[in-house]
């Protein structure tokens, strides 16, 4: 069974089945930074980008892995119209902690870490794109954005 910690909130939330999920990541992490400003009447237009940098550790074994992942999105489009930062800071947060119950609750014992952080990200960047279009969760590749560190202990539930 699988336990989880995104970032040390101190917040604690549960899923369905056999693996629990404990915390959350909050619109704090999210620092996007504005990489290219808004500059046409065409949509989408703008964006804005962050890179997290999460460790995953299993608790039995104790193996340790990293899941890094860039989240980018428009500033404007045409589903929503401008995209307010704060806005854009905890629908990213509350869809990635639902990316992440919904793909750890799915675990299996012995599943290697980095598939649950392939699973995740592919998961969430569908989330993110029904919610706003054009989002894009991919690698971390765009150059002067900040990079945002958090822990991810995966615990088995004795």
């Known amino acids: 069974m699988v336990a989880v910690l995104l970032a040390s909130t101190g917040l604690v939330g549960c899923v369905h089945g056999s693996n629990s999920v404990a915390g959350r990541i909050s619109p704090e992490h999210f620092r ?25 550790t299993e608790g039995d074994s104790g193996a340790t892995d990293v899941c890094k992942f860039e989240v980018g999105l428009p500033l404007r489009n045409a589903q929503r119209g401008d995209v307010p930062l704060m806005d854009a800071r905890w629908i990213s947060a509350e869809l990635a902690n639902h990316a992440a119950r919904s793909v750890l609750a799915e675990a299996r014992p012995g599943e290697m870490i980095a598939v649950h952080c392939i699973q995740f ?38």
Do not use: N
Not at 43 to 48: K, N, Q, T, Y
């Open 32 to 56: 996007f930074k504005t990489v290219v400003t808004l500059d046409s009447q065409t949509l989408p237009d703008g964006w804005r980008a962050v890179c997290i940098i999460a460790r995953i």
């Open 121 to 158: 990200k592919r998961r969430y960047e569908r989330m993110l794109k029904d919610e706003i279009a054009g989002a894009r969760v991919s690698e971390c590749r765009t150059p002067g954005i900040e990079t945002v560190h958090f822990d991810i202990p995966m615990e088995s539930k004795r």
